[in-house]
């Protein structure tokens, strides 16, 4: 099915679902909260877990290829908060928030409440290192958010309590940030996720401002869009921010429960609302059970129900068109493909 | 204080999450359980055998041994009418006795009743994790809930022995009846004494002990070395009851090393306790009911097991008849209650046997109704 | 000074009941603003702001998104955290008489959205209460109502309805109503039903919804209390809203919530009310206003019998948990860990989403066994003797500011008063005061009289006085 919009230039195509509910490892995703990809096309999903004691150990990043759907890699783990202080042991997650992969593959998990980053191998997701120390001061961090590298492996981390965008080398080096709290350009008031796009500017989710703004590299204010509400390009609580090739840019407006495309200039162009069907981990897991097969065809408005987007929060683009959307509620990913117009022009 | 000689007394371990029976006693002969369980499957060859159909998962060895000397009464296909697949509700439903409608009393509550009806001693019935398992619970029922032996007791947090001894002097004094303080303050006064008073002889328990069995580090074994500490120091507690952690046995994934792992700890504290007993000429009067809330499914899910219903208990000690009771569930897809084992022996038939054959109590009474017996007790 | 400390007094005693009380500076406020701006505070929640930053904790407890908030943990939250105490105080009233367990129930979207309808409805009228919870999905699955069907009914929530929800069985010695009509009720609810829900496999569960089948429901005359007619449910709920014994039975239960432990709703048939005068008080503004709770509880609570009935009602664990947390300042934003609270409550015998029965929970003594005795002390005392706690550190300050020696029945009276005015037996009161004359002289610009506040104020709470609200 196509989501046509009017005049429309741009359209996407649903392909396919991957995920399903899984608590501790294994074909699924459990409250996930970040989506990235290598350059092998692989993705790496970070799932933020449960408080739930019964449910540990249960936080990971989950590495699979998009198309095949096969589990590649998992590493990292959830703790028990009474472990969650100095002692925590190295690799371990309490609150994780973002998942970002430097040139070499290494991949860095931000953790909100430990106000770390860990850093794990490419082949075995071993833990090789950590940095962070928490505070307010410039190069301290404090419950760091969205992570992002640019083409240099400088590491541009959303730090939420902070209000600010802070930039590091790979080892946890403070070059240089901006920001602070306020609505104004430049600031920002609990900011949540950040792109990084083909020419190096830097989009970032400035959550409680219900607006996405862009900056240069070196962190001049570019232009900002978007305002509270639920009409077109208005968010309620913009978490994550992608931009594309062409310059589309997609925001997940999480409690709106869409995504929201944009034109570079910021101009609203579409929203998508999801359309998820049964995903192949999924059905590996219902066809087990005759029971759940049997409550499936007799639910009601069971496709329209379940297809929807709930709680989108990150989304991910490639070079071929693909969108990926990440749902925390629903701990699965939604892939579209972006149609190019039959015919693109003025009417 | 001493107890009465050779009271028989109930020991009660519950596994929360319930254990995948299929895997515990695994009829490792039926052709359709390997078909069933691609991944999960024991090989023939590890099971630990029964007989030529049935075997125990290889990491209960410890309880194997005791089976093996004739102490184990394995109930297979053990269950209870229309299984909910609840932990919880299910859960109830072995604590109240009760499947069809929820109900606030336990069956050990009423059997403490029973057996002291006087409230004489208060420590008659012992818990040992955290929070009271409905199981024990009962109007006018006293049972001490210990999280931890060795700080059991009111205002643990105040430091400093000098400063802890002036406010549990306090604390008795606060509690002593005051004349004309109506009813409800009088049931204050005696539960908090009660309390105070049973705290006082439960922390000599540790004090008096010694034994050679090294119990596993993990909290399940210390809370089995605590029962083993409790009814050697002679209390007079006739239940004591302990268990896992909500959830520990809920194997939805990653089954194969989670179960191993919990039946090792499991299997090897049974036994450290059977053998502490002994130690301590403690062994004959002393049954210990091992269960779960439910089965699970038969059809695994690639890396572990959905809830289910038909289930496997075992009861064991010296005076138990051991072997094989009730029947091994069939396989058979068209034999299967929704995919699950179909249970056929009602759990309350085993706590009918234990109330009424062991303890010595009217079954009837207790589960208010009647219930088929086993024959498990010598 | 006497007059203030009569006013704050009476606030603490407001607060402890219509809310799950508050620190002794949120009572100066209040008082200062009157005893009637509060009440009128309290009940009007619509117009106030609740205080809390719920956005920013369902980003950190991210399980508390607007799909997945349905978790016990998120009403313990707002329990403590909101300042609209009296609306999520009614949240747990209901809770308590409008019975689903999610043990039974297996979801806690449902659940929650029980409770978000409580918090809508608990204040308006009665009648549309119970035509709404007539309507909730788990209420619908919990009493079976879901198999109930035209000529083939089930009598749980018809039966529950009555019983347990509305009338009671009997009052004065009296039947409420018949077997029969019972079944009348259970058929004029058939086809109140919840829509087949979308699995919890694979993507997690969803929140059941209501629908009514009109094909499944029973049009033929019925014969309900006295009246005949081809009733639905929404008519049965009208009859039901207008007997007196619906008046006695929520005038009893908002009594024995806010005023003093009433005997156990079963033997309310039998057991006449402790205070009449007051009930009638009630029963009258039920009528008067059109079945409207909010009106009943102005009354209550500006009636002398509310005011004069301190400690009368033993703390229920939910109050025993959330009172501490509020008195001591902590879990004011999210932290790892939160589940701990949660069990807490669970082990001191009250789980939300999970009363033991559709009874609801057994009140009064019944909360108190040696178990939960214990682990209502120890939690309680572990708390307040936590001088890291901002609560408890004001409590310090408190005292401190008397002056360089404090004379030790001053700290006792003084510290019962900065807990929110509680009253101690004379006994009591001298035990505590000789433990801390043990002490010596009282500096209190010592480190170490932080030390002494923190024994006492364990002591304290470990008071039978303490164990009443």
Known sequence: MVTQIDIAPVTFQYSHTIGRQEVRSGNGFFNPVAITRDENDLLYVLSRGTETPAFFPCKRVTVFHPDEEEVVAEFGQKIPPEDADETTPNGAFMWPTSVALDSNGLAYVSDEWLNRVSIYDQEHGNWVGMWGIPGGAPGEINRPAGLAFDKNDNLYMVESRNHRVSVFTRDGKYQFGWGGLGDGDGQFNLPWGIEIDHNGDVYVADWRNDRIQKFAPDGTFLMKFGESGDGDGQFNRPTGVAVDKDGHIFVTDYKNDRVQVFRADGGYITAMRGQAGLSKWGAERVYLDPTIVQARDRALNLSEREGAFQGPIAVEVDDDGHVFVLECARHRVQVFTKQTAMFAGEL | MTATKKDPVLVVLQMSGAYDALNTIIPYSDPLYKDYRPHLKVEPEEVLAIDDKVGFHPAMAPIKDLYDEGKVAVIQGIGYPNPIRSHFRSMDIWHTAEPTKMSTEGWLGRAIQDLDPNKENVLTAVNFGRGLPRALAAPGVSVASVGNLETYGVLTGIDGEDQRADALDIFSRMYSPMVGSGPINDYLSQTGLDALKGADILRTAPEIYSSSIEYGGDMFSQWVKNVAQVHTAGFGTRVLYTGLNPGAFDTHANQPTSFAKLWGEVSRATNDLYQDLKEHDANQEVVILLFTEFGRRVQENGSGTDHGSGSVAFVMGDAVKGGLYGEYPSLEPDKLDEGDLRWNNDFRSTYATILDKWLGLDDKAVLQGEFEQFDFIK | ?469
């Not at chain 3, 399980?63 to 349905?70: D, I, L, N, Q």
């Not at chain 3, 409420?176 to 086809?191: I, L, M, P, Q, S």
């Not at chain 3, 408890?392 to 404090?406: D, F, K, T, Y």
């Open chain 3, 1 to 469: 000074m006497a007059n203030d400390n009569h006013d704050i007094a009476l606030m603490a005693h407001l607060m402890r009941r219509a809310g799950f009380g508050a620190q002794y500076a949120e009572l100066e406020a209040r008082a200062a603003k009157g005893y009637e701006a509060t009440v009128d505070e309290l009940l009007n929640p619509e117009v106030n702001d609740n205080g809390m930053d719920l956005d920013l904790a369902e980003r950190c407890f991210i399980e508390w998104s607007h799909h997945t908030r349905g978790l016990p943990e998120y009403v313990a939250f707002r329990f403590i955290n909101s300042r609209n105490q009296l609306e999520e105080k009614m949240c747990l009233f209901w809770h308590g008489i409008l019975c689903t367990a999610d043990s039974k129930t297996q979801s806690y979207p449902t659940s929650y959205d029980e409770i978000e309808m409580f918090r809508q409805y608990g204040m308006g009228s009665f009648r549309d209460l119970l035509l709404e919870i007539s309507k909730d999905p788990a209420m619908i699955f919990f009493l079976d109502n879901c198999l109930s069907h035209k000529g083939a009914i089930n009598e749980n929530y018809g039966r529950e309805l009555l019983e347990l929800f509305s009338m009671g069985v009997g009052m004065d010695g009296e039947f409420n109503y018949t077997e029969d009509d019972v079944k009348e009720c259970a058929r004029a609810f058939t086809g109140w039903t919840i829509a087949n829900n979308v699995p919890g496999q694979p993507y997690g569960r969803y929140a059941a919804k209501f629908v009514y089948n009109p094909d499944d429901h029973d049009e033929g005359d019925k014969t309900f209390l006295g009246e005949t007619g081809n009733f639905n449910g929404e008519d049965i709920v009208d009859i039901i809203a207008k007997q007196p014994a619906t008046a006695r039975f929520i005038s009893r239960h908002l009594y024995s919530y806010f005023v003093a432990d009433e005997a156990q709703v079963p033997a309310w048939m039998e057991t006449p009310p402790r205070d009449m005068d007051t009930i009638k008080m009630l029963e009258d503004e039920y009528f008067r206003s059109g079945y409207n709770i909010k009106s009943m509880l102005r009354v209550l609570f500006r009636s002398d019998a509310f005011k004069n009935a301190r400690f009368q009602r033993v703390k229920s664990p939910i109050e025993t948990v959330i009172g501490t947390l509020r008195l001591v300042g902590d879990w004011t934003e999210p932290k790892p860990g939160f589940e701990f609270i949660f069990d807490e409550m669970k082990h001191m015998g009250q789980e939300i989403f999970n009363p033991p029965s559709v009874e609801g929970w057994h009140t009064g003594r019944e909360w108190i066994d040696g178990g939960t005795l214990v682990h209502r002390i120890n939690f309680t005392a572990d708390f307040v003797g936590d001088v890291k706690q901002p609560g408890v550190r004001g409590i310090v300050e408190e005292l401190a500011n008397r002056g360089p020696v404090i004379a030790p029945e001053d700290m006792v009276d003084d510290t019962c008063r900065l807990l929110g005015h509680y009253e101690l037996a004379d006994e009591t009161r001298q035990m505590l005061a000789a433990g801390m004359a043990k002490h010596g002289t009282l500096h209190t610009d010592t480190a170490e009289f932080a030390d002494r506040v923190s024994e006492l104020l364990q002591m304290i709470v470990a008071t039978k006085e303490y164990i009443y609200a």
